[in-house]
């Protein structure tokens, strides 16, 4: 168990810059060496302790190692049942099939001063945005967000490009799980009254919760420095990787997710919105 947490450990925590498919296609190569190599050994000594019994007629420590041998081997098949979905997804990542890895990109109208991201947010994504941003025009100032998610260290990255541009961010429709760390990357944070968003740990379909190493830039430490409510943060906590929560938006505006609220063609501070339309 402590040897396979020592190989995922770096991939669930790894800092995502660009395209992450190589070191993640590494690691489960090297990984499944180790497990040949295991098998080897465990094999080996079978053997050898079976020849050693019948070399010498003697069995109680040659038993006593075959015992530790099938101990060891369950152990390999056990980590590999438990850990299996983690190498999954670091296979089709390492393979570029990741189907989370499908955000697509355009303009808003030829000025290029409004940039639309729709789709799942996969390890392309802030390769892709940093070039788009980079061919925008200098008066780029919005970010329009139509996701229901993607890969949570992908979407943190691009997160931390998305605030280094000072951009705004506005969602009018549906903005869900890693879609949401975008969001709060956002100078202004903006939103019709009637859009969704949605919350909850993140997680690997397939992988207990207890598996997941902690990371030093998780959501909710983003969360928190983006300065959006403690409270906030501590109940999207309690909410599992297969649920979702969904704020209203008054919680949405006291907890500093949403900062202005588009009524019409009107753009309105929280402040003021609470004041006037609720």
Known sequence: SALFQIITTPVLQMEVQGNSSTPMLAIVSVTFFVMLASVWQFVGLWRSSRNHINRTGRHFWARIAQILAVLGLLGVVSNTIVYGPVFREMTIIGLNMDPLDNLEFSWVDRDKDQLVLSGNI?????????????????????????????????????????????????????????????????????????????????????????????????????????????????????????????????????????????????????????????
């Open 122 to 278: 996969g390890f392309s994504g802030d390769k892709e945005l940093q070039k788009w941003i980079w061919s925008g025009s200098e008066s780029l100032w919005l970010v329009i967000l139509e996701s229901t998610g993607g890969r949570e260290t992908a979407a943190l990255a691009m997160a931390k490009t998305i605030e280094a541009h000072s951009l705004d961010t506005y969602v009018d429709s549906e903005c869900d799980s890693a879609c949401t760390l975008l969001f709060t990357a956002g100078d202004r944070r903006i939103a019709s009254p009637g859009a969704i968003f949605g919350f909850h740990t993140a997680g690997i379909d397939g992988v207990a919760e207890g598996l997941l190493p902690a990371s030093e830039n998780d959501s909710s430490a983003y969360l928190y420095r983006r300065g959006i409510s403690e409270n906030f943060i501590k109940r999207v906590e309690t909410v599992p990787y297969e649920d979702m929560w969904y704020p209203t938006l008054d919680e949405l505006l006291k907890a500093k997710i949403v900062t202005h609220v588009m009524v019409g063609d009107e753009l309105v501070s929280a402040s003021d919105y609470a004041r006037l339309y609720q």
